[in-house]
């Protein structure tokens, strides 16, 4: 029965998308900026947004991309904020508002569903 639960999981592939001043990443820079340790890429201020916490999308986005799950990631952030050390990305509700935030946000960066992928989208890592 988990088995069957996760399969969506693994089937969604999701994809990190910037706006078009923003270059190709690593996994290492990926994580740090959802991390907040890193705000700035190449000279540009980076902008990330996550799709809302109990997308299966974000779920899979945080186990792909920063090898955490819901819970771990929330603490994380909350433990953060508490201690002044930055708020955590803005959330956004669908993989549409994503992509038009990162189109017209300069410096942005969210992930979204292959599906959801756009010509002209600037895909800054694939897994």
């Not at 089937?11 to 078009?20: F, M």
């Not at 946000?105 to 600037?122: H, Q, R, S």
């Amino acid at each position: 029965m988990a088995l069957a639960a996760a399969a969506p999981l693994a089937l969604a592939g999701v994809v990190v998308i910037g706006n078009g001043n923003l270059p190709r990443l690593d996994d290492a820079q990926v994580q740090k900026i959802y991390s907040g340790k890193v705000v700035e890429v190449g000279g540009v201020t980076v902008a990330a947004v996550n799709l809302r916490s109990g997308n299966t999308v974000r779920a899979h986005f945080l186990q792909t991309y920063l090898n955490q799950d819901e819970e771990k990631y929330t603490a994380y952030w909350t433990v953060r904020r508490y201690i002044g050390k930055g708020t955590p990305p803005r959330e956004l509700a669908s993989g549409a508002e994503v992509v038009n935030f990162v189109q017209t946000t300069p410096g942005a960066i969210g992930y979204v569903e292959d599906a959801d992928l756009k010509p002209g989208l600037n895909i800054l890592l694939r897994k």
